[in-house]
């Protein structure tokens, strides 16, 4: 990725990965009827939240963890030709380990 992108507080950006593009029987999917992927890469994290009394939590997460997110979670935008979601840390559903 040629820009560097640093979440704040307990944000993360994630490179969701590519969905098949053709059912178990052979059937291509139109781009119409695809759906929105909800497994992804983490790339970067923020520092984390602060807590009431201003100690620093940091996150579960760290970049290269593979995870599952909620399905409408997050903000998507394009840096360069990769498409990238930011999302809090609350949005992150598991771990695929």
């Known amino acids: 990725m040629a820009i560097n992108l640093e979440p704040l507080a307990d944000r993360v950006v994630v ?4 969905k098949e593009e053709v059912t178990k ?4 999917i139109p ?5 929105r992927p909800q ?9 984390g939240r602060l ?11 760290k970049a290269g963890d593979k995870i ?3 399905k409408f979670a997050g903000t998507e935008f394009k840096a360069d030709e990769d498409e990238l979601i930011v999302l ?8 695929i380990t």
Do not use: M, N, Q
Not at 15 to 18: E, V
Not at 31 to 35: Q, R
Not at 39 to 47: F, Q
């Open 51 to 61: 807590d009431d009394k201003g100690k620093r939590i940091t996150l579960e997460v």
């Open 88 to 95: 809090r840390e609350s949005d992150i559903l598991a771990r």
């Open 31 to 35: 781009d119409t009827a695809k759906e």
């Open 25 to 28: 029987g052979g059937i291509l």
């Open 68 to 70: 599952l997110f909620a």
């Open 15 to 18: 490179r969701p990965l590519k």
């Open 39 to 47: 497994e992804g890469e983490v790339i970067a994290v923020g520092p």
